[in-house]
């Protein structure tokens, strides 16, 4: 795997030092870091969307603080997942972070391995996204192939209708509905109307 194909880990903590051991225990189980000095630092220089990782920050820094910077992750529309390094007199915040869509939050001084499990954790979920989200786009990809009496057949067989009432409704014969179908089936790449559904689903396609 180059270095290029392995999920990220970013680390936002205004301590160097921990920064550093941090991003060194991480590339024990071959991940890339990279880290940032505070949250106006990240905001600054975040890479761009597109890649398995996770975000590691601290609930508080200087200037702005890890809650205010996953609100506005999550306004921007970021999908990474959030664990949130926390000392004790931070408990509330962090369970505010939660609320706010942290995937986790760690106590310091933290557990090397408990770390480690969150992290890899954090990453399994964000590749699972990126796998759903591409499958996702080709669907639409897909569905952006077919003619508008193909999607006229896909709404009417999604909603159980069987080829004689397609036939009825749209003022066809069988046989003509039978070749929409077919068509639109290898267009989306299904064997069966099951699968059919499930792509419509996963992709969010609607009439």
Known sequence: MSDTEKPLVLIIDDDEALRRSMAFLISTIGLECRGFENAEHFLREMPQPGRSGCILMDVRMPGMSGLELLRILRERGSVLPVLMITGHG?????????????????????????????????????????????????????????????????????????????????????????????????????????????????????S
Do not use: Y
Not at 106 to 112: L, S, W
Not at 139 to 150: K, M, P, V
Not at 159 to 185: C, D, W
């Open 90 to 206: 931070d408990v509330p915040m962090a369970v505010a972070a939660l609320k706010a869509g942290a995937a986790d939050f760690i106590e310091k001084p933290f557990n090397d391995q408990h770390l480690l499990d969150a992290i890899t954790l954090a990453v399994r979920t964000s590749s699972q996204h990126l796998s759903a989200s591409a499958d996702r786009d080709c669907i639409i990809q897909r569905a952006a192939t077919l003619s508008g009496r193909e999607r006229e057949v896909l709404w009417l067989v999604m909603a159980g209708k069987p080829n004689k009432v397609i036939a009825f409704e749209l003022g066809l014969s069988i046989k003509t509905v039978e070749l929409h179908r077919h068509s639109l089936m290898e267009k989306m790449q299904v064997g069966s109307v099951a699968e059919l559904a499930r792509q419509v689903t996963l992709a969010g396609l609607h």
